[in-house]
């Protein structure tokens, strides 16, 4: 007997959208997309379940959570991870992160190269052959489409990955946070 398939949650919001899909070996069971520019955070939960129950699944039948680490919106990527982390805890369930390139780069064959617009006339990219990374990510001067990454290929990219290290956020840029220019308050004894 074959082993069980295993019951995948995916989502990104590292971009201006929400997606998320729900795999069970190479079954698509539910996969939903909208555009925000934001309010990812109060959507992400909401169309879980919706994915979800569209499907007949509960959150109990879940295998692994799989989320999108960017790089992309320093807060979109954020919320995603934090949202994985979290689920993943109270579950009892590994999260695994996949990167966008790692999403893009899903199922190709040869030598290419993904890049992501990284605004600001800069493009964030790395290369793949056959569908593995070849060097790290880097951010260069440049323009790319930003197309929304699809949830499905992350829960893909997901199973074959080590669920033993919980995800981070893939930052190539520092925050674009300042410090305040006025002089912090003088604390009272």
């Not at 899909?21 to 520019?37: C, N, R, T, Y």
């Not at 999403?103 to 056959?130: C, P, Y």
């Not at 995800?167 to 190539?172: F, R």
Request: proline share 9%.
């Amino acid at each position: 007997m074959p082993p069980k398939a295993l019951l995948v949650l995916s989502f990104d919001t590292a971009a201006a959208h929400c997606a998320a899909a729900l795999v069970s070996g190479d079954q698509i069971l539910g996969a939903m997309s909208e555009p925000l520019l934001k309010g990812q955070a109060e959507r992400l939960i909401p169309m879980l379940e919706e994915v979800l129950t569209g499907a007949g699944k509960s959150w109990s039948d879940l295998d692994l959570i799989a989320v999108g680490i960017g790089p992309g919106n320093f807060t979109g990527v954020r919320i995603a991870v934090s949202a994985a982390r979290g689920l993943a805890l109270s579950l009892g369930v590994p999260a695994v992160g996949v990167s966008v390139f790692e999403a893009l780069a899903f199922g190709t064959t040869g030598r290419i190269t993904i890049a992501r617009d990284a605004r600001r006339g800069m493009v964030f990219s790395q290369m793949f052959e056959d569908g593995s990374p070849v060097g790290d990510p880097s951010m260069s001067e440049g323009v790319a489409d930003d197309a929304v990454i699809d949830p499905v290929k992350i829960a893909f990219c997901a199973v074959g990955k080590d669920g033993g290290v919980p995800p981070a956020p893939l930052y190539l840029r520092s925050a674009d946070a300042a410090l305040p220019s006025d002089p912090p308050p003088t604390m009272l004894p």
